[in-house]
């Protein structure tokens, strides 16, 4: 067989954890160190984990959507792969093999390997493989003999792609494995067809299942009841003309803003589809007003200008985000803000407090990274006199009481602790708080704006954010763009903040074309601080500064003056990279600018063999 991975860097690998990564490609040793770490047994020689008889039969029933619009696909490449000595399998969002056609050889052959349906086939289960490795990195892949991670696959070659339904949300994964005598150079771009066709599917059986939804809901929006309809996600389409008429803006959101509006669910049926008995497209939710009476999801005065104290350029991508920001500024909807640092999450959280009809009350900003775990308790929800040792003669009202009737802006979110997590859940659900050593519950009015630039999903895959808070958190999520993805507002930018800080600067072209080309890995708060170093090195704006450009960039070691380890925006231009690349490089800048230059603890921080890292400083004209 011709491998295009030698055995030997494989068992190196396994016994030494020494890997030469010249060989091997970047999404391989990535998962290779990640089967490590979850100590996943390379000798594993078949699956296993494999649901029983009853287990199966749920899993299948759990996945009847996937199954029903992946099914006709697989039928059409069913001679094709069968010809080649091939089979397909459609896999679940959990990794659990559904369905096998193909080859009755090549099936007989993965049978040995218990690589059947029911199977559990992710990179904790069996290592390194497509179709795991697919579900972690979410995209398309391709692993090769032995790049598999366990001796169960080293004479496999494997093709999957992840599969999103409507919402972008990756709900399984179609795969065609061979032995790798019979593997054909083609196999990847197929599946990735297979799988775009099947999401496109997926977007039109929803709008089919909406439109069939509405229609059989007619007769039960009566005009007495509170009633409203939605659909299998939660997402309101429509609602009888008692909230209707208060609530307008609940069409689109999710059912879990009834709560916010004052409601409880009475009664929640399911209405299934007249085409498939067995399937629910949607529901009928009956409600009714609390006793406690809420605040209102409520909207906006529609007449006040939309003010946004920034410079919002003329980028397509920031006009979008700020479309987003505009809308849901006008309700009180939980809104969820994720980008790079530095993108400006505090801002655009201040923006859609400011306004909101909250405006008036107070914004509360808490960065839940820079509190101390055993502190964040009594930070956000206060405490009682004696609360405890140390504790205030008054006691101290936490933030959530400070923000009544305004807003709450949870920077860093990913960094509060698993029992914080609990108790900002019941927040959520019961907007009422118990401050540290008291027993009176206190009702809190808040509206509650959440940001991160760490991905919340990984946190939630990883077991350390609760998966329940994400949903809640998730109502409207925003993602802001980075610099890199906006250069075209770069000079708006700068005149923006030359006018703010009175900054008369003379900026050559040279210089202007450097700062369009660099890549700003510390996005728009970089920007402001190179041109304050600008306005410094230029005394007050006086004379060019082409002599200083060492001194315009960002340091590794807190050195000054060394080209050597100065990030140069007249390096090797960011561009030049492959995206993948440009992004690890980005990552390793900023590992190295939070570890002060530090390579052993930057390469921990992002999980990386420290002879690697070196490595790369090398390759990226880092070091």
């Known amino acids: 067989m011709n491998h295009s991975l030698p055995l030997q860097t494989w068992k190196r690998f396994v016994k030494e954890g020494a890997l030469d990564e010249a060989r091997l490609r970047t999404r391989i040793y990535e998962s290779w160190h990640r089967c490590k770490k979850a100590q996943v047994s390379p000798y594993l020689n078949k699956g296993t984990f494999v649901l029983n008889e009853k287990e199966f039969e749920n899993q299948i029933e759990k ?4 199954l029903q619009l992946a099914q006709p696909h697989l039928q059409q490449i069913h001679d094709f792969i069968h010809s080649l000595g091939m089979m397909a399998l459609i896999i679940d969002s959990d990794g659990y093999v559904l369905q096998i056609t193909g080859h009755e050889h090549t099936v007989s052959k993965a049978d040995r390997i218990n690589f059947i349906e029911g199977v559990r086939w992710t990179e904790e289960a069996v290592g390194t493989n497509a179709i795991g490795t697919a579900l972690k990195i979410e995209e398309p892949v391709v692993i ?11 004479t496999w070659n494997c093709f999957a792609a992840p599969i999103r339904d409507e919402e972008g949300k ?3 994964v179609i795969d065609v494995s061979c032995p790798s005598d019979r593997s054909h150079p083609y196999v990847l771009g197929m599946v990735t067809t297979i799988a775009y066709a099947i999401e496109k599917d997926f977007h039109v059986q929803a709008k089919q299942d909406e439109l069939e939804l509405m229609q059989q809901s007619m007769g039960l929006l009566s005009k007495q009841e509170p009633a409203l309809i939605c659909n299998q996600k939660g997402k309101v389409i429509g609602a009888s003309s008692s909230i209707y008429e208060q609530l307008p803006h609940l069409v689109g959101c999710h059912m879990d803003e009834l709560r916010l509006a004052g409601y409880k669910t009475q009664l929640k049926a399911p209405i299934f589809s007249k085409h498939d008995p067995m399937l629910a497209i949607g529901y009928f939710v009956r409600a009714e007003r609390m006793e406690k009476s809420k605040k209102p999801f409520s909207m906006a005065n529609t007449h006040k200008p939309f003010l946004f104290k920034g410079e919002p350029g003329v980028s397509k991508s920031f006009r979008q985000t700020l479309n987003l920001i505009q809308r849901v500024a006008k309700t009180d909807a939980t809104v969820y803000l994720f980008g790079e640092t530095g993108t400006g999450k505090e801002v655009t959280a201040r923006t859609i407090h400011e306004n909101s009809s909250r405006h008036e009350a107070p914004f509360v900003a808490i960065n839940c990274g820079a509190i101390p775990k055993d502190l964040i308790g009594s930070e956000l929800f206060g405490y009682v006199e004696g609360a405890f040792t140390g ?12 923000a009544h009737g305004g807003t709450v ?36 009015d808040i509206r509650l704006i959440t940001a991160t630039n760490k991905d919340l999903r990984q946190l939630v895959r990883e077991g350390n954010f609760r998966e329940d808070l994400y949903y809640r958190l998730n109502v409207f999520p925003i993602a802001l763009p980075s610099l890199r993805e906006r250069k075209e507002d770069i000079p708006h930018l700068i005149r923006y903040f030359c006018q703010q800080n009175g900054w008369e600067l003379n900026l050559s072209k040279t210089l202007m074309a450097k700062l369009m080309s660099y890549h700003w890995p510390g996005n728009i708060r970089e920007l402001l601080n190179i041109l304050e170093r600008i306005f410094i090195l230029s005394d007050g704006g006086e004379r060019e500064v082409s002599e200083f450009d060492s001194l315009l960039f960002e340091h590794h070691k807190g050195t000054e003056g060394s080209e050597n380890e100065a990030v140069e925006l007249t390096g090797p231009s960011a561009n030049s990279l492959p995206f993948r690349e440009r992004i690890l490089k980005e990552k390793m800048i900023r590992a190295l600018r939070d570890t002060n230059g530090n390579v052993t603890l930057a390469a921990k921080e992002l999980d990386m063999p420290r002879s690697t890292f070196y490595k790369r400083l090398k390759k990226y004209n880092l070091s």
């Open 170 to 172: 990756v709900v399984g």
């Open 409 to 444: 802006f949870l920077d860093e979110i990913g960094e509060i602790p698993e029992a914080m997590q609990i108790a900002l859940l019941r927040v959520l659900q019961e907007r009422v708080i118990t401050p540290i050593g008291g027993t009176k519950e206190i009702e809190v």
């Open 63 to 66: 996945n009847r959507r996937l």
């Open 144 to 154: 090769s003999g032995y790049e598999h991670y366990a001796v169960a696959s080293h």
């Open 391 to 402: 504790a205030r003669r008054q006691g101290y009202k936490g933030k959530f009481e400070q």
